[in-house]
């Protein structure tokens, strides 16, 4: 009797205090995202609006190493465009002949650079804190899209019972409330040159979009595909049932 009231206990008390999950959890707001439901596509705008929010903010402290250049002609750029963009970065290759590392200007088919040398490297730079890769972010967040967004736009003034160290913020999503990344986004930060707002809240939602795409970029083919096989189901159920219908008409 005991050691079932005990195990309701801890069942019920779990998920409401989340002392297992290392602190509260606030569910994320619900976006409607234009990749969602079965016919969702990727906007190919918000793509490149996302990519210019990762590139000029995020890619200081965050690899995505899933990534190369040649990648973003799914973003609706041309060979040209992908060339010229990787051609401003610039990566490190060899050994040359006389057997040392060399800088070169990036090509299509190398993979995005990491802004540090190595993970130590990273989270030294970040006060201890390493700043997760993010090619696979969406996937690896429950609700990633609403949560990433939730994240971004979800910093404020820390209630006066919180305790936050030195290079810690308080912001509304994280489990537990306490995250080492200053607030990277802000109004006006980022300026699209397609005349969407230049708000955190669009950034956000584009920066997720691009993220989303990095995570799962053959998402349209398998809609397409899947959509395919179910109509070519029903129709073949309605051939059977035809079929089936013709066989036995003769039994009474
Ligand atoms: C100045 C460095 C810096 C910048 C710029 C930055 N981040 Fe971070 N980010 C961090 C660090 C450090 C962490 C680890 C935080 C922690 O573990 O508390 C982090 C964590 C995260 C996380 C994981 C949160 C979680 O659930 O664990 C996400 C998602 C994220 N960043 C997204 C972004 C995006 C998107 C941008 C660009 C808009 C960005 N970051 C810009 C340093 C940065």
New binding site residues.
């Given amino acids: 009797m005991i050691r079932s009231l005990l195990l309701i206990a801890v069942l019920v008390l779990v998920p409401v205090t989340g002392f297992a999950g290392g602190g509260e959890t606030v569910p994320p707001p619900h976006h409607h995202w234009h990749f969602s439901g079965v016919n969702g596509t990727y906007d190919k705008a918000a793509l490149q609006r996302g990519y210019k ?2 590139r000029e ?2 890619a ?3 690899s995505m190493k899933q990534l190369s250049f040649r990648n973003l002609t799914d973003l609706g750029y041309d060979d040209s465009q992908v060339k010229a963009i990787a051609g401003e970065y610039s990566v490190v290759d060899g050994p040359n002949e006389e057997g040392k590392m060399f800088e070169r200007p990036a090509r299509p088919s190398d993979a995005f650079p990491s802004p540090f040398e190595n993970d130590k490297a990273a989270a030294y730079a ?1 006060g201890g ?4 890769d ?1 090619s696979l ?1 969406i996937k690896a ?1 429950h609700h990633g899209p609403d949560y ?1 967004h939730a ?2 736009t979800g910093y404020k003034d820390a209630p006066h019972d919180a305790h936050l160290l030195e290079g810690q913020y308080w912001n509304k999503y ?1 489990p537990g409330h ?5 607030p ?2 802000s109004d006006g930060q980022v300026a699209y040159e397609d005349g969407s707002p230049d708000t955190l809240d669009q ?1 956000a939602s584009d ?1 997720v979009e691009f ?1 989303t795409w990095a995570g799962d970029p053959y998402m349209e083919t398998r809609k397409r595909t899947g959509m395919k096989a179910i109509i070519f189901l029903l129709v073949f159920a309605g051939v059977m049932y035809g079929v089936k219908r013709k066989i036995w008409s003769d039994v009474h």
């Fill in positions: 929010v990762y903010v995020c200081s402290c965050h970040n804190a390493l700043p997760p993010l972010i967040r990433i994240i971004l994280m306490v995250i080492a990344m200053a990277p986004l950034y920066v993220l």
